[in-house]
């Protein structure tokens, strides 16, 4: 099995697990990767032999703590390559996420270290993910997404990387990750925000793009 098969396998699951409530099923798994169940059945027996998953079939399956800390090993390297391809090789924050994708399997620690030395030893990716340590632990995220937030002041921390068009966009509307805004109208009915920003700009969006952008509460001074 190659491993870049199997370590998209144990990312999909960290994922799931992180996104969703109960056990992550064999059949979430194969809508995400668009195999076949018996596909994704074929695998799972095969991270359990190697002690990265408890499966036990047609019932819910979980990463062991081996299985989470090799997922988080290859989330690490994406998203320092992702900061990576932005801020050395100048690429926009909307064309890394597929080269990433790629390169997350082929890179090697050392070089991967390097990179990490070169870029001060980040904590976030360009898209505003935290980068997961050395032992593959991720900090507290406060962040919900926008379209469940109440009208009032927060800041933007981060964006789903995935979606190049919907980065493209944001990149367009000159919002960036850090950036404080007021949540002007949540009309989540009629499908649609806005945010507004300090220099009076504002920025109109549907429910499928604030579903993408994430924020926190910004703390007023009294
Ligand atoms: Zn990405």
């Given amino acids: 099995m ?3 098969t199997v370590e998209n396998y144990l990312k999909t ?4 697990e992180a996104e969703g409530e109960g056990a992550t ?3 979430e798994i194969a809508r995400e990767l668009g195999v076949t ?6 695998m799972m027996r095969h991270l359990r032999d190697r002690g990265l998953v408890d499966y036990e079939p047609r019932r819910g399956l979980s990463l062991k703590p081996e299985g989470t800390t090799e997922a988080m090993k290859v989330v690490r390297r994406h998203r320092l390559l992702e900061l ?9 924050w909307s ?30 990716d360009p898209h505003g993910d935290p980068i997961p340590d050395r032992r593959g632990i991720l900090p507290e995220d406060r962040a919900v997404p926008l379209i469940e937030a109440e009208v009032g002041r927060w800041r933007v921390v981060r964006v789903c990387d995935d979606d190049s068009d919907l980065l493209g ?3 367009k509307k000159g919002l960036r990750i850090g950036e404080e805004v007021d949540l002007s109208l949540a009309d989540r009915i009629g499908g649609v925000l806005e945010l507004s920003r300090h220099d009076g700009d504002r920025v109109r969006m ?12 910004v703390e007023l001074p009294e």
């Fill in 84 to 92: 990576f391809l932005v801020e050395v090789m100048g690429l926009d």
């Fill in 13 to 16: 699951i960290l994922r799931l």
């Fill in 95 to 124: 064309e890394v996420h597929a080269e990433a994708e790629v390169l997350e399997h082929a890179v090697s620690d050392r070089l991967l270290d390097r990179i990490d030395a070169m870029l001060g030893e980040p904590t976030h």
């Fill in 206 to 217: 549907g429910v499928d793009a604030a579903e993408q952008v994430y924020v926190e509460a």
């Fill in 37 to 42: 169940p018996g596909t994704v059945t074929t």
């Fill in 169 to 171: 966009w944001l990149r």
């Fill in 2 to 4: 190659p491993s870049s």
């Fill in 25 to 27: 099923t064999v059949g």
